[in-house]
């Protein structure tokens, strides 16, 4: 399962990371970022991320997805356009073929949120891509 894999290495990145800072506070919140178009399916990514992050790093972090829809750009017409997943990928106007992705295929950690420190009182905020 592709979600399950995706899981693994959100996973890992993040206690990679956390492992260069030591003393940081618990992981809060896990903002990620998933394109429309990035082969993975939000729901699954939730229920895999809240079975595996049981004795990690991120146990009692919770997980919010963003998404970011499919947008294109086409070089004959100079514009962007929102390609119709599943049923029209060319640009609607010519009929070139998708080359040009802009948006839409995105699956990284947009920030991480902290478990706030009372003595600090700060949150720290990172972006990292997952690399699959
Ligand atoms: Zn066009």
Redesign the pocket.
Known sequence: MHETDMTKALILTIEDWLAEQPGHPPVKTVYLTVGEFAGVEPASLQFAFQVQRQGTCVNDAELVIEDVPLVAF?H??Q?EYRPEIGLQYG?P??H?PMEDIRTGRELKIDRLEFVADPASASSTETKQTVEV
């Open positions: 086409c004959p017409c514009q640009c106007q010519c070139s």
